[in-house]
């Protein structure tokens, strides 16, 4: 990951930690705060990305979905045992 992605990513983290909505402005007057050039898609690339999303619900929920989703098919049978005919 480069410097200038590496930049957004935690101008998106600092507004969603102050509760700020993600905007590309907000995202480019961060970067530029710090002397980073990032290209400018990059601000609405992320912008759009969060747009009405909770980033703080996204972090906290990372893993969750897929440990709880179910299996389809159910359980494979097991070593030895016979598949159902």
Excluded: C, H, W
Excluded at 8 to 30: P, S
Excluded at 34 to 62: Q, R
């Amino acid at each position: 990951m480069s410097t200038a992605q590496q930049a957004i990513v935690y101008a998106t983290l600092i507004l969603a930690d102050d509760n700020v909505e993600i905007t590309a402005d907000k995202l480019e007057a961060i970067t530029k705060a710090a002397g980073i050039d990032v290209e400018p898609i990059y601000f609405n690339l992320f912008a759009k990305a969060f747009e009405g999303k909770d980033v703080n619900e996204l972090l906290l929920n990372v893993g969750s979905a897929a440990a709880a989703a179910p299996v389809a098919g159910g359980a494979a049978p097991a070593a030895g045992a016979a598949a159902p005919a």
